[in-house]
């Protein structure tokens, strides 16, 4: 589903990925790993358009997009839930999602998803009426996905799912997030720090270090890889 | 002293009219655009022309006017302020406060050539029209119909912010312009729209400032900084209290006037704006 | 602090040409013409290092401009003292107004506090108009013995004065500390500059050399009317002349201003005030454009052409002055 031909990207004429290529498998979770600084979100931000590669190519089921401005990627089918969440921190949930609903085709059927993202994350909906910025940071992260479904994407990109959450609450938000890819088929794109808990998700994964791609594999044999034993899991280990 | 407050919120009304593109773009945008005064003066022109070549009655003419400053407003933006999207939030308040007052410059002075700096005012036959209300309180024709105009705008503007997806949209851009793209959002084309949109509410100000009052090509200046006191006085982005503000103004001149005359009345206003940014500045 | 010996004698050069310049080509008209040059020249410059050094854009100079006016009507005009003493003690008055303002006014945020000067400058000239409605003269004694040269070598002499002084500021540490506030006022806060103080002085000489301005404007004119004392056009030319020739560049208000003035003479015999707008468009332009403003295009002109040439150049810094 998503292609990336050896992409370049820079933020203020720093060069933060380098030659990196990967692919998104349709109806599958594909991880990418690293460390602080690696460029994780880098990569997903010029996946969603906030950032243009220089040289290089994304292809989204053969379409090109790293041309196309942030919200027509949007149109096409890629949601993100940001780094940070980033919601609407004086908008209530309620209009969080609607406001996730935002493209036209979304529109149509905004209610039907709200029921739907209601069902997997049941907190929001006695919350609906909440100002977003009072929720706690588990909450957000609900929010921040269940908003990023609204638009019924074909891609999910996740970026720091596990960011400032306990560890409940992280293993509560990642069986969501598979029970959302089972149920609906949707192709998740997840980038993370925390190397155990998403390997564990995910069918495939990337190993991102200083811009590079150094490794993937099947997420079950990384997760068993003498490296990636060696050099993360005392890291991110939960 | 009744009859003071009635001039005051009569007055209000219409500095919250003046006032209220300027605050919501700056809320929502963060452009300072201080040529939003020489809007209100092209507003009031374009009112005087559709009287006297037309004859269209002014309010009448209102909505022709806000196409009018719509496009301008438009083409504003696209062509000047929309450069200026990209710099952090301090320089693009300075900078677009500078674009602002070149812009002044142009307009004031493309208007004088144009149209000479003679006094106009559009006067209908309605314009001394008053109302005995009770014993010794008067109301005007033309400060009823502002009135309700500025209470149309308020109500209209509410629903778009609150019921509408693009009033949506305005609001969420304003707090995270990235996520706002993200949810497909075309924020580029929706500041584009809401520049134009205040472009046009100064427009109407226009129209009733030409009736109301008189326009001539540098009035932009005064109705300029009659509308930053307000955006002083109310904070940022809310819509009732720019016209609260609007008539606290009003009325606060009008006790000067009626205690001091007529002579310090400008100072009114900008005194109070001092005193307000003394008290920031103590913070 | 170095002086470059090719910057001397380049000044020098000037300055024997604009001394000489009245007593061989001038007209009246020409020398009027200068005279309003070296005031706007003064009026920019004094902007600028608030403004384009100092990162603090202040919308009301008029205010500083009108007092100093007034105070050098009133003391040499009306009470008699001799020039010496009242032209100073214009630029002084302005001090002390400017001084009463900045304590709590340098603490807003960069458009509060223009816009608070704006309407400081506004209030001056309504109060000053309503005690002033008349317009005031030169008493008639000093007409007879007026003299516009002598109003030329003065206008002159400020103008090199406050060149010469500006650049003595922006080549020593206060200038340094002015340009840090002005790149990043909070990152310069954590490493030390105490950040009013290097406002506040800023003021002082933008304050102090309006004021001059205004003594000199007050000795040149004939008649005024206070009110105009205080009209927004002695803040707006001026800051749209440095800004244009180069905000934040030590030659960019002369040059700004030259372009203003000429500008201005093109004009008014056809379209009169009309050179506003071209310079209102040029101002624009370099807001959004070319921040460095002419003295920025120039450099980029004799670069490309020196790359043309070939001529190997000295490593190129951004053309506003850095530390």
Redesign the interface.
């Known amino acids: 589903m998503l292609e990336i031909h050896e992409i370049d990207v820079y933020r203020r004429d720093i060069q933060i990925l380098r030659s990196v290529s990967l692919a998104a498998r349709e109806g599958k979770i594909t991880a990418l790993l690293g460390s602080n600084g690696a460029g994780k979100t880098t990569l997903l931000m010029a996946i ?3 950032l243009k590669p220089r040289t290089g190519s994304i292809w989204l089921n053969g379409i090109s997009i790293d041309r196309q ?3 027509k990627i ?2 096409m089918g890629i ?2 839930v ?1 780094e940070g969440r ?6 209530s949930v309620f ?1 969080n999602l ?3 609903a ?2 036209r085709k ?2 149509d059927t905004k209610d039907q998803m709200m029921e739907e993202v209601f069902e997997i994350f049941p907190i929001l909906k006695t919350r609906s009426t909440q100002i977003a910025g009072t929720l706690s940071g588990g909450e957000q992260q609900m929010l921040a996905i269940a ?1 990023g479904l609204m ?1 019924r994407p074909r891609l999910l990109l996740i970026d720091e799912l596990s960011w400032g959450l306990a560890p409940l609450m992280i293993q509560r938000i990642s069986e969501a997030i598979n029970q959302i890819n089972t149920t609906m088929g949707l192709t998740i794109f997840i980038v993370e720090q925390n190397v155990s808990m998403t390997l564990e998700m995910a069918d495939y994964g990337y190993i991102l270090e200083n811009g590079r791609i150094v490794g993937e594999g099947e997420a079950r044999q990384l997760l068993e890889s003498d490296e990636v034993k060696d050099a993360y899991l005392s890291i991110g280990d939960v | 002293m009744a009859q003071v407050i009635i001039y005051g919120i009569i007055s209000g009304a219409f500095y919250g009219l003046a006032a209220i593109g300027l605050s919501l773009v700056f809320g929502v945008m963060r452009h300072l655009n201080i040529a939003h005064g020489s809007l209100i003066m092209i507003g009031g022109f374009a009112a005087y022309w559709f009287f006297h070549l037309l004859k269209i009655d002014p309010f009448v003419s209102i909505p022709f006017v806000m196409v009018i400053l719509f496009i301008f407003g438009a083409l504003l933006y696209k062509g000047l302020f929309s450069h200026l999207d990209k710099l952090p939030e301090g320089q693009k308040i300075d900078n677009s406060m500078l674009v602002g007052f070149g812009l002044i410059w142009i307009i004031d002075n493309l208007a004088t050539l144009l149209w000479t700096s003679d006094v106009r005012a559009v006067t209908p036959s309605y314009t001394g029209k008053v109302w005995q209300v009770v014993p010794g309180l008067r109301i005007s024709f033309v400060g009823l119909i502002i009135i309700g105009i500025a209470l149309l705008v308020i109500f209209s503007l509410h629903l778009l912010l609150t019921r509408t997806y693009f009033g949506k949209a305005v609001r969420a851009t304003a707090q995270d312009r990235d996520a706002g793209n993200l949810m497909g959002i075309n924020v580029a084309r929706t500041y584009l729209i809401f520049f134009a949109l205040s472009a046009a509410l100064a427009g109407v100000a226009g129209v009733l400032a030409a009736v109301n009052y008189s326009v001539h090509p540098m009035v932009g200046f005064e109705w300029l900084l009659k509308a930053t006191i307000i955006l002083v006085l109310a904070g940022v982005g809310k819509i009732g209290p720019v016209f609260a503000a609007g008539v606290l103004l009003g009325i606060a001149e009008g006790i000067s006037v009626y205690f001091v005359g007529a002579t310090y009345r400008e100072v009114v206003g900008l005194v109070i704006f001092i005193l307000v940014l003394l008290r920031r500045s103590m913070r | 602090m170095e002086i470059s010996k090719k910057i001397l004698v380049l000044s020098g050069i000037v300055l024997l040409l604009l001394i000489l310049f009245p007593l061989l080509l001038g007209t009246e008209h020409t020398v009027n013409l200068f005279i309003m040059l070296f005031i706007t020249i003064i009026l920019a410059q004094s902007w600028n290092i608030l403004g384009g050094y100092t990162g603090q854009v202040s919308l009301g100079n008029a205010a500083f401009f009108g007092i100093g006016a007034l105070s050098f009507h009133f003391l040499a005009w009306r009470w008699g003292l001799p020039f010496f003493f009242a032209l100073p003690a214009s630029g002084i008055a302005a001090v002390i107004l400017g001084s009463f303002i900045g304590i709590p006014a340098l603490r807003l945020k960069g458009a509060y506090f223009a816009i608070g000067t704006l309407a400081l400058a506004e209030v001056l000239g309504i109060t000053v108009g309503n005690i002033f409605p008349m317009a005031v003269y030169i008493p008639t004694a000093h007409i007879t013995t007026y003299k516009l040269l002598s109003r030329y070598y003065l206008g002159l002499t400020v103008a090199m004065l406050t060149q010469g002084v500006a650049y003595l500021i922006i080549k020593s540490k206060v200038g340094l500390a002015m340009m840090a506030i002005r790149d990043d006022d909070e990152a310069a806060d954590t490493s030390g500059v105490n950040l009013f103080k290097y406002k506040f002085i800023s003021l002082v000489f933008s304050s102090f050399f309006s004021g001059l301005a205004g003594g000199v404007f007050a000795f040149y004119q004939i008649s005024i009317m206070p009110s105009f004392l205080f009209s927004p056009r002695w803040t707006f030319e001026p800051l749209v002349a440095a800004s244009v020739g180069g905000s934040g560049t030590l030659l960019g208000a002369v040059i700004g201003s030259i372009f203003l003035i000429i500008l201005q003479e093109l004009f008014a015999l056809t379209l009169g005030k009309g050179y506003l707008i071209i310079f209102g468009a040029m101002f624009i332009c370099v807001i959004l454009f070319f921040p460095s403003g002419l003295v920025e295009i120039s450099r980029r002109i004799r670069k490309s052409f020196q790359m043309r040439i070939g001529i190997p150049k000295k490593a190129e810094f951004s053309t506003k002055e850095r530390g």
């Open positions: 969603s358009g906030l401005p942030v919200h949007v149109e949601s993100m940001p980033r919601l609407f921190p004086e908008m209009e609607e406001l996730g935002f493209t979304a529109r908003r638009s």
